[in-house]
């Protein structure tokens, strides 16, 4: 589809099956909709309407303004996508960056919203110790950064890092690194991200991978709302490292929210009450 936004001319590519109240995908940095895309084979997923998409500056899309691609344009297009594809009310699945979105378009009409998983969105200033790399890190080269931030990448020690490391080179336009990675380090720091998702009205989840149990939490006394999934053998990217129990816990947390009730935190398609769940200072976002 073609779009304007701002000043920028886009051309977005996605996938899409029509129905009512579909499930919304929005990808992490270096991701692409095609992470996705089992949802439509699925038992219990397959026949939902759905829709996953690819940001500008990642995968397919073409943009006039790379510089212009922060958190808070991808919000705008995801808004602009919505109303060009007449979908009202939806369910919102983010991962890392499209996490931090996927809050901020809750944020905005979170009467159209029906309910939002978040895969390690980021939610604290813990969340962009890679993101944190366009300073620590500097490079006025676009290539050269991107190039040398897969390379520190590869070396994570993190399931799936490898994969990812192979993959962001190909699926990132180096010109929007930079603009997105500053706005996730200013909202990750400035913008009260912990609060605005705990004061959501929707059904909400926060998926992790297990390895990732050690840094971030949230506090005991505001998860009585919030469904907490740790998704086993998992690092930052369940979809790579274990999509068969990322799956299941998204299709449980769909068929729940059709009944809002209180949130129970889960582990592995089991529930666990635990005190605090994080993620390694080394997630890229």
């Keep these: ?108 009409i979170p009467d159209r919203v029906l309910s939002f998983n978040d895969i390690e969105g980021n939610l604290t200033a813990e969340d962009c110790f890679l993101s944190r790399e366009i300073v620590t890190h500097h490079s006025d080269d676009p290539v050269t950064f991107l190039t040398d931030f897969a390379a520190r990448t590869l070396a994570a020690d993190e399931f799936s890092s490898a994969l990812y490391s192979s993959r962001v080179l190909t699926t990132v336009d180096p010109h929007a690194v930079r603009p997105v990675f500053e706005s996730l380090v200013d909202l990750s720091d400035n913008g009260c991200l912990l609060h605005r998702f705990v004061g959501l009205p929707m059904p909400r989840i926060f998926m992790y991978g297990e390895q990732n149990a050690h840094v971030y939490y949230l506090p005991e006394r505001r998860r009585r709302s919030v469904t907490v999934v740790e998704v086993e053998h998992s690092g930052h990217w369940p979809m790579y490292s274990n999509p068969p129990a990322m799956w299941t816990a998204l299709r449980k947390f769909l068929d729940e929210s059709q009944a809002p009730g209180e949130g129970v935190p889960m582990v592995g398609g089991r529930a666990e009450h635990r005190t605090e769940h994080s993620r390694p200072a080394a997630s890229p976002r």
């Design 1 to 108: 589809m073609s779009l304007r936004e701002g000043d920028a001319d886009l051309r977005i590519a996605a996938q899409m099956v029509p129905g009512p109240e579909p499930v919304v995908f929005l990808h992490g940095f270096g991701s692409t909709k095609e992470e996705y895309a089992d949802f439509t084979r699925l038992p219990g997923l397959a026949g939902r309407g759905f829709l996953a998409r690819d940001a500008p500056g990642f995968g397919a899309p073409t943009s006039s303004r790379l510089d212009l691609v922060s958190v808070p344009f991808l919000v705008d297009v995801a808004v602009a996508v919505l109303e060009q594809l007449a979908i009202d009310r939806f369910h919102v699945v983010g991962h890392s960056m499209g996490g931090l979105t996927a809050l901020l378009l809750s944020g905005r």
